[in-house]
Every structure is written in C-alpha cells, then in structure tokens.
C-alpha cells in the first residue's frame, strides 16, 4: 500500500507540474493580435522618416516578441506594407514566425528586405485596403475578439481627391475593424500634428481607439541616445519605458460621427 500511495503521488506531482508548465507557456504567449503596416508610397520612401521607422521598428518588434520592459508579448503578429501600385491591391503579410529568434539586427535587415527602399515607391496609400485586409486575416484565423494593436509607419495623409483643397480624412473607413474586437487600437507613428489631429478628430470611428505621434517625437530615441542595443541595459531599460509613454499609450476610446 505504501509503495501505491508512493507511485500515485509522484503521478500527481508530474502532472502537476506538466500541468503548470502548459498554463505557463500559454499565459506567457499572450492575447494580443498585433499588425504593423508599412507606408511604400513615395512620399514617405523618400522622407528621412523612412529608415528612421525600420530602424526603431527593428527594436520595437524585438521587445514585443521578448516582452521586454513590460511590453505586451504577442500571440500573433503579421507585418506588411500600406499601399501598392493600385488601389485596393492586397499586399503580402509576414508572420510572427518571419521575426522570431532573430536579433535586433537581424530584424532590421529583415524588414529592409521585406520593404526595399526605392527611388520612385508606389502611388497609393491605401489605408483602407491594410483596413480590411486585417479584418479577413482576423476572421479567417478566428482571432476575433482578441484585443488588437495596429501600428502603422507613415506621414498619415490619405491619397484621396481633395474637398475645398483639403484632404478627407472622412473618407477613411475604419469600419472593418468596429466588430472584430472589444479593444481596438489604431496607433499611426512618424505623422506630423497637423494630420495627426484629423486622424483623432475627423476619421469616423465609434469602438477604435486612435493614437498618432509625430515624426519629431518619434526621432527621439535616436537623437537622444536612449537605446542602444547589447550591454547598456539602462538605456534598454529608458528605451521601454518611452515607447510605453510615447506609444504603447494606453488610448481612450473617442466616438467620431
């Protein structure tokens, strides 16, 4: 009988820790659904923004598969670019496979790869086309109801026919992504405060939330010297705690008719 009682505990304890141990990997994966897209058009190929944005990308992209700093890890991630030669052209998406084990570097010559800087780039921006390309990955991976990060690296202006010489900024419909989750957030880096004040004030919205920082805000990480990857953990650290502040910002949700 003690011998059973011997062989029934250690069952229990292997399981037990079998047990913890899937519950661990999994609650360590994460909910979130991230997708990162990058602006192709000319405009912001040309722009001193555009190896800037790689380059922090490449960083960024690093803390979130590692959940360095308190960054959110991930439990899907597709990156792919905003525009094309057409409009509404479907573009390729990367998976989260394409960036892991991969160093800082790697990443960057990664993404360097994946958006070859030209010299001419494609004419559109199509913002609505990357719209609704995340909602039928979104629903045809049954991600639905998963919270959702969208980040997008461009100047922000919309390439639509102008009304009064001004651009509509109505005309972009974030209505795809409305009913895909609870908590949706749209984040657009390396805009200036002119467009980033229309996308908060003039883009229809009723469930996204939308966050914009400027190219100048963005450049600080650089200008400043706060990051730098390998042995200078303080700067690592000051590089996390500034990409929580200035844009993994927690977004209230504002209603826009």
Known sequence: MRKLAITISLIFIVFSVGCNKLNSESSSKGRLVMFIGVDISGSFMKSKNFKDSLRFLSHYIYGHLHGQGGLEKPNSLFIGSIGGAK???SKTFYPIE???DKSIVQ?????????????IGNPFTDYNAFFGQIQHFVESRKLVMRPISIVMLSDGIPDTPKKNGKHDYRS????????????VTLRLL??????GTNWQTRVPRQRVKVWTQDANV???WKA???MLPGKEIAKQEKFYAWVKSNV????RLKRVD
């Open 87 to 89: 409009a509404n052209e």
């Open 98 to 100: 394409t960036f892991q």
């Open 107 to 119: 990443i960057e010559k990664q993404l360097h790869k994946i958006f070859p800087r030209q010299k």
């Open 172 to 183: 972009l419909k974030l209505k795809p992504l409305e009913n895909l989750s609870r908590n």
């Open 190 to 195: 390396y805009t200036d405060a002119v467009v």
């Open 218 to 220: 963005m450049r600080y």
């Open 224 to 226: 400043r010297n706060i």
């Open 248 to 251: 993994d910002f927690n977004v």
